[in-house]
C-alpha cells in the first residue's frame, strides 16, 4: 500500500532537520560530552544530510559554575571550532540562549566572529519582552534566529495568541512549537500548528516543531506538525534528551525518504555511542513516570528524580503527583 | 490548554479496551506465563475495567505439540477456568483462532459449555473464504466474533476492498484493522479507517485497532483509528507483543480519561511482573531493527533474530534486509 504520507513529506524542500542531542541530550549527562563524541556526531549529522547542529547552550559562566557542567553548557566559540574548524560544509551550528541565563551582549560575537550560524532562544510566555530583545541582538549581530516559547500547555489560549503575534512582530525567522512535557495528542499539535502557521504566514516567519516523548507521542507529533505546514523538525540521536527524550533522529530521516538525508551514519553512530551511554547511567526515553507527568501536564523533573532514585512504586508516585497538582 | 481529545474520546461510550498480553505477549516468550502471571493479570485487568482479556491461541494440537509451548497457546477450556472459575465479572474472555492452525470444529466448544465470550479469527488475505466458515462456526456455536485481515500494508488497495466486503457480509461483529508489521502512518491509519468505517456501518459492524509499535507509532495510530471511529482497542501491559511490541495499555488507559478505566491497578502489575520478565530475557519493544522491518513493510521475523542474536550492526541488516526485498 501507498505511503502517502512518505511521498508526500518527500516533496516539501523547505524542510530543515536540526539535531538537538548535544542540548537537549546534555541535560541527560550535564554535557560531559567526550570530544570524541561530538566529533563524531559532527561528521555523521553532515553524513547524514542534517541542516543544523546545535550545540548546546551559551549560559553565562557568571550563573552557572564550568566546574559543575561540561564545556557545551557554555559554547565558547574556541570549543566550537576545534570541533569543526570553520565549518566549511553546507551544515550550520546552531546554540541555544535562555532569557535570563545567557550574558547575550557579551558572550554571542558578531556573526563575522563567529562560525554559529543559528541563536535559538526559549523563552516562557511571560518573558516574551526580554526574547526579543535578545532575539533583535542576535538578528542585527547578523544570525539567523528562532524562538522556542515552552511550557505552552499550561498557558491560557488567549496569553498565548498575544505572545505569538507580539513574536511575529519581531526579527525572528522560526517560531518554534514546543510540547515541553510531552503532554499533547496529535490532534492537539494539529490545530496548535494550524494556529502558529496562521501568524506565521501573516508575518513571513516559519514553524519549527520540538516534542518530547512521555507519551511515545514525540515522532507522532512531529510529523503530525509537519504535515500540517511546521518546516524545521527538531530530532535527537536515539531520542537522547531530557526525561523520556525527544523524537528518534532514526524515526524522522527514514519517514522523510528524502535523498537529503541518510539513515545509515546516524544507525552507526547509534552502535558506537548509545548503548555505551545509557551503561554509564544516563537514562533517557519513555518510562511509565514520564508518562504520568506528560498525562498530568507538569514538568519532568519529579519523574527524573523518581527514576534517579532507581524508585519502582509508580502509583505511589501518581498519587503525589495529584497532591502537587497546582 | 483543554486536552479536546481526551474529552472527546471520554465520551465515547462504544468503546472498548482489549488486552491481548497473554495472546501476542506469548509470541515473545512462547506463552510460557506462570499462573501467578495470569491469575495477577486477570485480576489487575478486572480491577482496570478492562472489556476483554484474550487468553491465547486456541492452536491444533495435531500441528503444535503441547512440549513446545506453555498453554496458552491451545487454551484448553479447563485451564482458562482453573484461572477465571465461571468469570462472575462484567469483562470478557477472547480467544485467537487463526486458519489453518485450528481444529475449530472439535476445539471450540459450544459457547453454553465454555467460559469464552469472543472468538478472534486471524487471517490473510487469501485465506478469507476459510476465515469465514470459522467465523460463522463461533458464530453459530453463540459467541461474539471478530476478525482480523493480516499483513495489508502488503495487500492492493481493490483486494483489500473486496475482502472487506466478503468480511462485512458474513455474520463477524467486529473487523479489525491491523498493522501486522507496524508500517502504518497515523494519516494512512486515518485513511483506512475511514475505508474500513464506511463498509462497517453499510452493514452494521464495528471497527477495532491493533498496532505494532516498530515506528513508535502503536499508541498514535490506535488513538488516530478510535478518533476516525474504530471501537475495540487492543493494547497490552508495557506494550509487551512480537518484536517491536504493541499498543502500551497504560497509555491507552491514560488517554482514555474514562472513568470506567483505571490505571493503578496495571502499573501495580507492570512493578511487579514487566521488569521481571525482561530479566529472564525476554525482549520486546522498539529498537532499530524493528523501526527497519517496519519501514520497509516486511515481517519482524528477521528483526527478532537479529536482536535473539545480539547482533548491533543495524547499518549491515538494513542492507541485508534491502537485498531481500520481495
Redesign the interface.
Known amino acids: 500500500?501507498e505511503?502517502?504520507?512518505?511521498n508526500?513529506v518527500a516533496f516539501r524542500p523547505d524542510i530543515k532537520v536540526v539535531d538537538c542531542t548535544l542540548r537537549d541530550g546534555g541535560l541527560v549527562n550535564n554535557f560531559a560530552f567526550t570530544d570524541e563524541f561530538v566529533k563524531d556526531l559532527y561528521r555523521t549529522n553532515i553524513k547524514a544530510g542534517i541542516d543544523y547542529m546545535e550545540f548546546g547552550y551559551k549560559a553565562s559562566k557568571e550563573i552557572f559554575s564550568t566546574k559543575d557542567y561540561g564545556k557545551w553548557k557554555f559554547c565558547e566559540e574556541e570549543d566550537i571550532r576545534a570541533i569543526v574548524g570553520n565549518n566549511d560544509f553546507d551544515m550550520k551550528i546552531a546554540v541555544m540562549t535562555d532569557v535570563g541565563r545567557t550574558d547575550y551582549k557579551n558572550d554571542i560575537l558578531k556573526k563575522e566572529d563567529s562560525v554559529i550560524d543559528l541563536v535559538r532562544t526559549a523563552t516562557y510566555i511571560h518573558q516574551i519582552p526580554t526574547a526579543i530583545e535578545m532575539i533583535q541582538d542576535a538578528h542585527e549581530k547578523g544570525y539567523e534566529t528562532t524562538v522556542n516559547i515552552m511550557a505552552?500547555?499550561?498557558?491560557?489560549?488567549e496569553e498565548?495568541d498575544k505572545g505569538l503575534e507580539l513574536l511575529a512582530e519581531c526579527d525572528v525567522d522560526v517560531i518554534y512549537l514546543v510540547d515541553s512535557f510531552g503532554a499533547f495528542?496529535?490532534?492537539?499539535i494539529r490545530?496548535l500548528t494550524d494556529k502558529y502557521m496562521n501568524i506565521a504566514e501573516k508575518y513571513g516567519k516559519k514553524i519549527g516543531m520540538h516534542a518530547h516523548?512521555n507519551?511515545?507521542?514525540?515522532?507522532?507529533n512531529t510529523?503530525?506538525a509537519l504535515?500540517n505546514g511546521a518546516s524545521l523538525l527538531d530530532a535527537t540521536v536515539s531520542g537522547m534528551g531530557r526525561g523520556a527524550g525527544n523524537c528518534?533522529m532514526?524515526?524522522l530521516l527514514?519517514?522523510l525518504r528524502n535523498p537529503r538525508y541518510n539513515?545509515?551514519p546516524v544507525?552507526?553512530f547509534?552502535?558506537k555511542y548509545i548503548?555505551a551511554e545509557k551503561e554509564k547511567g544516563n537514562i533517557w526515553g519513555y518510562d511509565?513516570p514520564y508518562?504520568?507527568t506528560g498525562?498530568l501536564n507538569s514538568h519532568p523533573s519529579s519523574a527524573i528524580k523518581f527514576m534517579n532514585e532507581q524508585r519502582?512504586?509508580?502509583?505511589r508516585f501518581?498519587q503525589e503527583l495529584l497532591d502537587n497538582m497546582e
Open positions: 500500500m505511503k502517502n504520507n512518505g508526500l505552552i500547555s499550561k498557558v491560557r489560549e498565548l495528542y496529535p490532534e492537539q490545530r516523548n507519551q511515545q507521542l514525540a515522532f507522532a510529523i503530525e504535515t528518534y532514526e524515526s527514514a519517514f539513515l545509515v544507525m552507526d547509534v552502535q548503548k511509565i508518562l504520568l498525562i519502582e512504586d509508580y502509583s501518581y
